[in-house]
T-cell receptor, first 116, second 113 residues
């Protein structure tokens, strides 16, 4: 069964600086997708970025980018030029291929605080 | 665009009472899911549906029932609420099961006293 591990329950970053959130996963699939979701205090889950495992190039969305290491099964999220609005819970997720548990398996989340 | 809408947003129940959470999506998605979110636990799948008239158990299905009579609606029922079911519940939908983005509702906070 797939697992997703976020080893940092909480992180803090100074406004305008860069922070990296870690995620490791376990899957037996060779082709798959990985996701980072953001959950601000409003509770709404918002997709931040998606990576396709067969693509060598790391995904980038404005200030958000990933460092995808397929062999190491690592999928970290880098936030550049951090803003106050980036403060939120961040969840890493991987599809549960072939199992009976539906679509995405989520990590337990990392709470990011941004200091002004 | 409404996307995924959950009702109600908040509810307080007494132990033993029943209730139904309604999820509606207007994106013509085949797949729909109910998750619960608890502190330090991330999101855990309760039940899901791969199409109208179908339902299946997820990771934590006990104490819940679901129905998908119409493609756009996915109902989550609690027949006899327990304090352990105090949680935030999220409905989500997707077009592609294994590769696609999940679209979430705003969540429903349920408290069982």
């Amino acid at each position: 069964a797939q697992t997703v591990t976020q080893s940092q329950p909480e992180m803090s970053v100074q406004e305008a600086e860069t922070v990296t959130l870690s995620c490791t996963y376990d899957t037996s699939e060779s082709d798959y997708y990985l996701f980072w979701y953001k959950q601000p205090p409003s509770r709404q889950m918002i997709l931040v970025i998606r990576q396709e495992a067969y693509k060598q190039q790391n995904a980038t969305e404005n200030r958000f980018s990933v460092n995808f290491q397929k062999a190491a099964k690592s999928f970290s999220l880098k936030i550049s030029d951090s803003q106050l609005g980036d403060a939120a819970m961040y969840f890493c997720a991987c599809p549960n291929y072939g199992g009976s548990q539906g679509n995405l398996i989520f990590g337990k989340g990392t709470k990011l605080s941004v200091k002004p | 665009n409404a996307g995924v809408t959950q009702t109600p947003k908040f509810r307080v129940l007494k132990t033993g009472q029943s209730m139904t959470l309604l999820c509606a999506q207007d994106m013509n998605h085949e797949y729909m899911y109910w998750y619960r979110q608890d502190p330090g636990m991330g999101l855990r799948l309760i039940h899901y549906s791969v199409g109208e008239g179908t339902t299946a158990k997820g990771e934590v299905p006990d104490g819940y029932n679901v129905s998908r009579l119409k493609k756009q609606n996915f109902l989550l029922g609690l027949e006899s609420a327990a304090p352990s079911q105090t949680s935030v519940y999220f409905c989500a939908s997707s077009y592609y099961r294994d590769t696609g983005e999940l679209f979430f509702g705003e969540g429903s906070r349920l408290t069982v006293l």
